[in-house]
């Protein structure tokens, strides 16, 4: 498999900043919505990744782009791929 081709299969994520404050990381939350299989209500799942921000891009309130990397730390297994829209303020 070459390189070109396993990093177009990586997965791709897009949530909000929530955190900004470490040094090259982000904290983003993604938020779910699915079907509960047995109630049929919808319920809104939140989880919260921490990414790799080479530039300290990103800033709190931002709606960014995460892509799945190689492990950089305990919790760091993503990597800040695009900022989609800056907030405002």
């Not at 070459?2 to 993604?30: A, F, P, W, Y």
């Not at 938020?31 to 919808?42: F, N």
């Not at 799945?68 to 993503?78: V, Y």
Request: charged content about 40%; overall charge positive; aromatic content about 6%.
């Amino acid at each position: 498999m070459s390189d070109t081709n396993s990093k177009s299969q990586r997965r791709t994520l897009s949530g909000e900043v929530v955190s900004d404050k470490m040094e090259k990381t982000i904290v983003v939350q993604v938020i779910r919505r699915y079907r509960h299989p047995r109630y049929k209500k919808y319920v809104q799942e939140r989880i919260r990744y921490k990414a790799h921000d080479e530039n300290n891009e990103a800033r709190t309130g931002d709606t960014v782009r995460i892509i799945e990397a190689r492990p950089r730390s305990k919790d760091k297994r993503w990597a800040l791929q695009a900022v989609l829209e800056r907030s405002v303020g």
